[in-house]
């Protein structure tokens, strides 16, 4: 939608209302189907959100995708203030206090977007141009971009597996939400140097390389929080969250970015990132949770360190050049 208007802000409105009046629903619900009800529509809502916003600040940075991870940062910067400030909220009140903040902070996303992102291709002869079928497929047939959606989906699924249950896995631990908290912060601080020296060590690596160090920094985590004995431990493994979601998100970006033509670039982040997103956080979560029933959340992390080394395996194939066998 947002390729055939070229301009991203509109449908920003939309979603970011659309998935705040979820997250309300959330907060309301009592019974099992208005909270189904209530997932449907944020997670909808949401599934747009930031590819869109992916996609029109690489357009911003005059089309360069390794300044995107500059911008990037000041998000993981506003997650650490927010991430520290809804703990200690929690300590003080009650859990459904996180819903008031969530519902507004969707709501003032939704504002922030269609008043900050004005311009771009809306000026652009290819406005209203029609997005087929055909081009989506043809995105999905560009060399490796297919075997690397297989692997950004694998890669987000484990990594939603294990996110959905740390504050559980903390809690039963015996951790305070102020702790919780930290555990969500320490990652999201690392991001923030991380994403603001991607072009850097981009340049010197390679953006290919840094999604293959993601993945293996992920698996790390996942060994390391099916082995920690206590809360404090798995504050300081969360370094490795920090390291694997900067690479791995900001290298997908400007992974996809760099390959996808540019009249396209609102539907390739859609595809690529948003639905690798969205599939990895049903799939990871429901999987999940199925087997953290089954082997305990340890267990359930023993597991996902096993599947994101898989999922590292596909991307590494997908996006790593190969050497032509001799004749």
Do not use: C, K
Request: aromatic share 8%; glycine share 12%.
């Amino acid at each position: 939608m947002a390729d055939q208007l070229g301009d991203v802000r509109r449908p920003l409105l939309v979603a970011g209302f659309w998935a705040a009046g979820g997250a309300a629903l959330l907060g309301l619900a009592r019974e099992p189907i208005a909270l189904g009800l209530g997932v449907i529509a944020w997670a909808s809502g949401m599934a747009g959100i930031i590819p869109l916003i992916d996609s029109r600040t690489v357009e911003m940075m005059g089309g360069s995708p390794h300044r995107y991870g500059r911008a990037r940062a000041f998000g993981s910067a506003a997650f650490v203030v927010v991430a520290l400030a809804t703990g200690v909220l929690i300590d003080r009140t009650d859990p459904a206090s996180l819903f008031l903040v969530f519902v507004a902070a969707l709501a003032l996303t939704g504002i922030a977007s269609y008043a900050l992102l004005a311009g771009g291709r809306a000026e652009s002869p290819t406005r209203r141009m029609r997005v087929s079928r055909d081009d989506v497929v043809g995105l999905l047939r560009l060399p490796r971009l297919g075997l690397f959606l297989v692997g950004a989906i694998l890669f987000w699924s484990t990594n939603n597996a294990v996110a959905a249950f740390l504050s559980i896995h903390m809690t039963n631990l015996g951790a305070p939400a102020h702790l919780i908290g930290l555990a969500w912060a320490i990652g999201a601080t690392v991001e923030v140097p991380l994403m603001f020296a991607f072009p850097a060590i981009a340049g010197r690596l390679g953006g290919e390389r840094l999604l293959v160090i993601a993945s293996t920094a992920y698996v790390a985590r996942a060994v390391g929080f099916a082995l920690a004995p206590t809360p404090e431990a798995i504050v300081a493994l969360s370094v490795l969250s920090g390291v694997g979601f900067a690479f791995f998100y900001v290298g997908s970006v400007t992974y996809v970015a760099a390959h996808a033509p540019p009249r396209l670039r609102a539907t390739a982040q859609g595809v690529f990132t948003g639905t690798a997103n969205s599939i990895g956080t049903v799939a990871g979560s429901t999987i999940g949770g199925l087997v953290a029933s089954a082997i305990t959340i340890p267990g359930m992390y023993a597991a996902a360190a096993v599947a994101t080394l898989l999922a590292g395996l596909v991307v590494a194939r997908a996006v790593l050049p190969h050497r032509e066998p001799r004749a």
